[in-house]
Nanobody, 124 residues
Framework: QVQLVESGGGLVQAGGSLRLSCAASGRTFSNYAMGWFRQAPGKEREFVAAITWSGGRPDYADSVKGRFTISRDNTKNTVYLQMNSLKPEDTALYYC?????????????????WGQGTQVTVSL
């Protein structure tokens, strides 16, 4: 069993930065691929970024490439999402997800665990 708790969201002006954290409980965090997703009001949940259990081979949605960076620290059971050059269209509820399968994290359809989300609001 893995519990995920996101933090670090908030209100920021366009062009600013935020770093989201997702803290995982359980002793097997390092076995899981991790991902970040987001959902804006009235829109479907969308993939943002994913990282393998070892921290290599990150994948990003085209909309965030070059601006967001996913990383993880298995000693702290935490995955991060550094968000730079934020835009109003980045406004959403951001979720982290964990799955034993990297493919499941990429699609989000078969993730094993989800957090409750942290709100990111980017103003003009």
């Amino acid at each position: 069993q893995v519990q995920l708790v996101e933090s670090g969201g908030g209100l920021v002006q366009a062009g600013g930065s935020l770093r989201l954290s997702c803290a995982a409980s359980g002793r097997t965090f390092s076995n899981y691929a991790m991902g970040w997703f987001r959902q804006a009001p009235g829109k479907e949940r969308e993939f943002v970024a994913a990282i393998t259990w070892s921290g290599g081979r990150p994948d990003y949605a085209d909309s965030v490439k070059g601006r967001f960076t996913i990383s993880r620290d298995n000693t702290k059971n935490t995955v991060y999402l550094q968000m730079n050059s934020l835009k109003p269209e980045d406004t959403a509820l951001y979720y982290c997800a964990a799955a034993l399968s990297y493919g499941a994290v990429l699609t989000g359809k078969a993730a094993d665990y989800w957090g409750q989300g942290t709100q990111v609001t980017v103003s003009l």
